[in-house]
C-alpha cells in the first residue's frame, strides 16, 4: 500500500511537517521538534539572565565580603560585612542552588518541544518508537501480536488537548506529544493503516 493509496493521506493539515519515509519492508514516521518563534525563547533567556546576575552578586559577596544588595546591612567599621550576617548568610547558598535546579528543570520542560524529534518504524515484526532530545535517546518496541493500534484519546472535560496512544497488551505510549490536534488525527489515521499494511 503506498501512502497515495490511504484515504486522506496526501492532504495534509496546514502546518503539518511530519515526514513519512516507506521502503519496501517497513515505513517511517518521523515527527520532528516545533519550530520555536521568539516569544518561545523569551522565559530561557530572562532565566539565564536572572541566573548570570545572581552568579555575579553571589561573587561579589564571597570576594570582597560586601553586600551589593541592601549595602546598609555592612555596619562593621571598614564597611565590611557584620559577623552575625556572615555566620548566617552562608544558609541561602543550598536555597539558592535549589531554586536553580527547579529553574533549569522548568526551563527544561517549556523548552523540550523545540528539541524532541520522534520517530515510528513500523514493520512486520511491531513498531519502534524512538524519541531523541540532546542529551538522551529512548527508544521501545511494541511486537506486532501485542498491537492494538492508534486511538486518538480526547480529554473527557474538554479542557486539555488529545492525545494519540499507540495500544498495545499491557502498554500505551503516547505519541505525537508535541503536535498539532489536526496533525494528531492525520497521524492516527495514517498510523492505524499502515498497521494494517504490515
Request: glycine fraction near 8%.
Amino acid at each position: 500500500m503506498l501512502l497515495q493509496e490511504i484515504p486522506g493521506a496526501t492532504e495534509r493539515p496546514a502546518g503539518c511537517n511530519i515526514q513519512v519515509t516507506q521502503g519496501a519492508d517497513s515505513t517511517e514516521i518521523t515527527i520532528p521538534p516545533r519550530k520555536a518563534t521568539w516569544i518561545d525563547r523569551v522565559p530561557t533567556i530572562l532565566y539565564i539572565g536572572s541566573l548570570l546576575a545572581f552568579l555575579y552578586i553571589g561573587a561579589v559577596f564571597f570576594i570582597s565580603k560586601r553586600l551589593v544588595i541592601a549595602p546598609e546591612l555592612n555596619i562593621e567599621a571598614g564597611g565590611h560585612i557584620s559577623r552575625h550576617l556572615t555566620q548566617n548568610i552562608y544558609w541561602l547558598v543550598p536555597v539558592w542552588i535549589a531554586f536553580e535546579i527547579i529553574g533549569w528543570i522548568t526551563v527544561y520542560f517549556v523548552q523540550r518541544p523545540f528539541y524532541t524529534t520522534e520517530t515510528l518504524r513500523i514493520d512486520r515484526s511491531g513498531v519502534t518508537i524512538t524519541r531523541a532530545l540532546p542529551f538522551s535517546r529512548r527508544q521501545s518496541v511494541l511486537l506486532k501480536e501485542n498491537l492494538r493500534g492508534f486511538r486518538l484519546r480526547q480529554d473527557p472535560q474538554g479542557m486539555w488537548g488529545s492525545r494519540v496512544e499507540l495500544q498495545a497488551v499491557g502498554e500505551t505510549i503516547e505519541v505525537g506529544e508535541f503536535t498539532g490536534e489536526a496533525e494528531r488525527e492525520w497521524l492516527t489515521s495514517i498510523g492505524n493503516a499502515l498497521l494494517g499494511r504490515y
